[in-house]
């Protein structure tokens, strides 16, 4: 079956440490996100990537980091930088012309 | 700067009333616009979508309708069902300098009751 993974489904993380959530789309899709949600509030964009080794900042981006090495792939990485990890993190992937995107059923972020 | 804004944090409806969510959104150059529905601990799934050419479009129970002039856009679904019941994301696409940049408001708690 075709669609988007997401792992792991639950996350804990220290302060200070660097963690990275996993993203792999097996749609063929050039286009691929990363939302943060916060209880109560909508999905703010972190990063978006429309090929591979090229990405862009959303309105969030402080903190985190990604990649774009494969068009399959494309991981999100949660510095010690950013002050309030604690979080639910959506990615999602469409056709580059196309409207609907799909999306992953997310990873519960925990800092500890 | 919000571009894609739900002013409405929740709605309550009677069971096969209509349901009508608004969205509003301050940039006229978005070129598509979604709505998803969100159950908690889940991705959001995708409903409806329009083009930004067109005001109107229908899927079974659920209608997107378009203002641009407005620049305003509002989901119906009718008869509401309690399966409706969830979160609803207003979402924008805008195609700009080769990239896809996909938007959202910040969401409406639908609750439809016996």
């Known amino acids: 079956d075709g669609g988007i993974t997401q792992s792991p489904k639950y996350l804990f993380r220290k302060e200070g440490q660097n963690v990275t959530l996993s993203c792999e789309q097996n749609l063929n899709h050039d286009a691929m996100y990363w939302y943060r949600q916060d209880p109560g509030q909508g999905l703010r964009l972190i990063y978006y990537s429309q090929i591979v080794n090229d990405f862009q900042k959303g309105d969030i981006a402080e903190g985190y980091s990604v990649s774009r090495e494969k068009k399959e792939s494309f991981p999100l990485t949660v510095t010690s930088a950013q002050k309030n990890p604690t979080a639910f993190y959506l990615c999602?992937?469409?056709?580059?012309?196309?409207?609907?995107?799909?999306f992953g059923q997310g990873t519960r972020l925990t800092v500890v | 700067d919000q571009q894609v804004k739900q002013n409405s944090p929740s709605l309550s409806v009677q069971e096969g009333r209509i349901s009508i969510l608004n969205c509003d959104y301050t940039n006229s150059m978005f070129d598509y616009f979604l709505w998803y529905k969100k159950y908690p601990a889940e991705g959001p799934t995708f409903l409806i979508s329009?083009?930004?050419?067109?005001d109107k479009n229908e899927d079974g129970r659920f209608t997107v309708f378009l203002n641009k002039s407005a620049k305003h856009l509002s989901l119906h679904i009718v008869p509401s069902q309690p399966g409706d019941s969830a979160v609803y994301f207003c979402a924008a696409i805008l195609f700009s300098g080769g990239y896809n940049k996909l938007i959202f408001g910040a969401g409406t708690r639908l609750a439809v009751h016996p």
């Open positions: 999602a992937s469409k056709v580059t012309a196309g409207d609907k995107a799909f």
């Open positions: 329009i083009s930004s050419i067109k």
